[in-house]
C-alpha cells in the first residue's frame, strides 16, 4: 500500500479531516511567515529541500510543495537525500516516495557512517563529526547544481535546545538562526520550519503518514546533551504553557546594552557626558545616598 493510499485509509473521520487541515493551515502560515520574516526564498531561486527520511525534514517538503502552487513569485524544488551506508538502510523508501509525488530529486552516496564509526570510539557522541560530514557533501552537490538556498527541516524546538545547549555546555549566548550563510560563502541555508512547534510536525507526520526512516547512528544514544534539553523544554511546556514562545520571542529582541559582550556594545565608550547627564546633578543624588 502507497504512502498517498495510507494517508486516505487513515483519515476515515470527519474529525481527522478537521484536523489534519487545522495542522495545515498552522504549519503553512508559520512557515509562510519565516519565509516573509527573513526574505527567505525568492523569485527564481532552486531551492534544495534535504531528506533525511524523518518528520521534519517530510513535513518541510510537503509544506513548501504547497507554497509553491501558490505563492506570489516562481521558485523551484529539488529534493535531496544524502545515503550515508548505514548498514539496513532503506534505499528504496525515498525515490518511491519521492517518484510518486512526481518531485525532481537526487540521491548523494557518501559512505560517511563508515568514516564515523572509525573515527568516533565506541559510546561516544557521533552527532558532530556526523554533521560536518554530511554538510560537506550537501553543500558541494548544492554549489555543483546551481542551488541558491539549502532548506533544513529544524523546527523551533531544535532552534531553543541549541539556545541551551550552547548556554549550558558552550558558555555561548547563540542558537540556529533561521537563515545564514555558510562559513565558506558559497551556500545560504534557510529553516523555513523556524516558527514550527516539533509536536505540530510529529501530529502532521503521523496524520500524513510519512514514511520514516529511523537513523541506526544516532538513534540510540539516548544520552545526548541535546535529549535532556529536549526534555526540559517538554516539561516547561507542559507545566508553564507559553514558557517556550516567551523564550522564542526573546530570541527576536536582544537588547545587547543589557547584556555584557564588549563587542556587541561599547561599555568603555559609554560616559555621562555621553548622556546629557549633568554632574552636579548626578554628584547631588550620590550625596543623598551616603548621609
Same mark, same amino acid.
Given at each position: 500500500?502507497?504512502?498517498?493510499?495510507? /494517508?486516505? !485509509?487513515?483519515?476515515?473521520?470527519?474529525?481527522?479531516?478537521?484536523?489534519?487541515? +487545522?495542522?495545515?493551515?498552522?504549519?503553512?502560515?508559520?512557515?509562510?511567515?519565516?519565509?516573509?520574516?527573513? #526574505?527567505?526564498?525568492?523569485?527564481?531561486?532552486?531551492?534544495?529541500?534535504?531528506?533525511?527520511?524523518?518528520?521534519?525534514?517530510? !513535513? @518541510?517538503?510537503?509544506?513548501?510543495?504547497?507554497?509553491? +502552487?501558490?505563492?506570489?513569485?516562481?521558485?523551484?524544488?529539488?529534493?535531496?537525500?544524502? =545515503?550515508?551506508?548505514?548498514?539496513?538502510?532503506?534505499?528504496? /523508501? @525515498?525515490?518511491?516516495?519521492?517518484?510518486?509525488?512526481?518531485?525532481?530529486?537526487?540521491?548523494?552516496?557518501?559512505? !560517511?557512517?563508515?568514516? /564515523?564509526?572509525?573515527?568516533?570510539?565506541?559510546?561516544? !557522541?557521533?552527532?558532530?563529526?556526523?554533521? %560536518?560530514? %554530511?554538510?560537506? *557533501?550537501?553543500?558541494?552537490?548544492?554549489?555543483?547544481?546551481?542551488?541558491?538556498?539549502?532548506?533544513?527541516?529544524?523546527?523551533?524546538?531544535?532552534?531553543?535546545?541549541?539556545?541551551?545547549? #550552547?548556554?549550558?555546555?558552550?558558555?555561548?549566548?547563540?542558537?540556529?538562526?533561521?537563515?545564514?550563510?555558510?562559513?565558506?560563502?558559497?551556500?545560504?541555508?534557510? %529553516?523555513?520550519?523556524?516558527?514550527?512547534?516539533?509536536?505540530?510536525?510529529?501530529?502532521?507526520?503521523?496524520?500524513?503518514?510519512?514514511?520514516?526512516?529511523?537513523? #541506526?547512528?544516532?538513534? *540510540?544514544?539516548?544520552?545526548?546533551? %541535546?535529549?535532556?534539553?529536549? +526534555?526540559? @523544554?517538554?516539561?516547561?511546556?507542559?507545566?508553564?504553557?507559553?514558557?517556550?514562545?516567551?523564550?522564542?520571542?526573546?530570541?527576536?529582541?536582544?537588547?545587547?546594552?543589557?547584556?555584557?559582550?564588549?563587542?556587541?556594545?561599547?561599555?568603555?565608550?559609554?560616559?555621562?557626558?555621553?548622556?546629557?547627564?549633568?554632574?552636579?546633578?548626578?554628584?547631588?543624588? @550620590? =550625596?543623598?545616598?551616603?548621609?
Amino acid at each position: 500500500m502507497t504512502p498517498l493510499v495510507i /494517508v486516505t !485509509t487513515m483519515l476515515n473521520t470527519k474529525k481527522d479531516r478537521t484536523e489534519l487541515n +487545522k495542522l495545515h493551515k498552522r504549519l503553512r502560515r508559520n512557515v509562510g511567515s519565516a519565509i516573509a520574516d527573513f #526574505n527567505m526564498i525568492e523569485a527564481g531561486d532552486k531551492v534544495m529541500v534535504c531528506l533525511s527520511g524523518g518528520k521534519d525534514s517530510y !513535513t @518541510l517538503l510537503d509544506i513548501l510543495l504547497h507554497l509553491q +502552487k501558490t505563492a506570489p513569485i516562481e521558485f523551484d524544488i529539488l529534493a535531496v537525500n544524502l =545515503d550515508q551506508k548505514q548498514p539496513g538502510f532503506p534505499e528504496h /523508501v @525515498l525515490p518511491q516516495y519521492l517518484t510518486e509525488l512526481g518531485v525532481p530529486f537526487h540521491i548523494i552516496e557518501n559512505d !560517511t557512517y563508515s568514516v /564515523v564509526k572509525r573515527v568516533i570510539p565506541e559510546g561516544q !557522541t557521533t552527532c558532530s563529526l556526523c554533521s %560536518r560530514l %554530511r554538510r560537506g *557533501s550537501l553543500y558541494g552537490y548544492a554549489k555543483q547544481q546551481g542551488v541558491t538556498k539549502i532548506a533544513l527541516g529544524h523546527h523551533r524546538d531544535d532552534i531553543l535546545e541549541t539556545f541551551f545547549l #550552547n548556554i549550558f555546555y558552550a558558555g555561548k549566548l547563540k542558537a540556529m538562526p533561521p537563515k545564514l550563510r555558510s562559513d565558506d560563502g558559497h551556500n545560504i541555508v534557510i %529553516r523555513p520550519l523556524a516558527y514550527c512547534k516539533e509536536k505540530d510536525i510529529a501530529q502532521y507526520a503521523e496524520f500524513k503518514a510519512f514514511p520514516i526512516i529511523p537513523c #541506526n547512528l544516532c538513534g *540510540s544514544q539516548e544520552n545526548l546533551q %541535546r535529549q535532556v534539553m529536549k +526534555k526540559m @523544554l517538554e516539561n516547561w511546556d507542559k507545566n508553564t504553557p507559553g514558557r517556550l514562545e516567551s523564550i522564542f520571542s526573546s530570541l527576536q529582541n536582544v537588547a545587547p546594552s543589557q547584556l555584557a559582550d564588549n563587542d556587541l556594545f561599547d561599555f568603555a565608550g559609554l560616559h555621562l557626558g555621553h548622556l546629557g547627564v549633568d554632574s552636579n546633578t548626578d554628584n547631588a543624588g @550620590l =550625596d543623598i545616598l551616603t548621609k
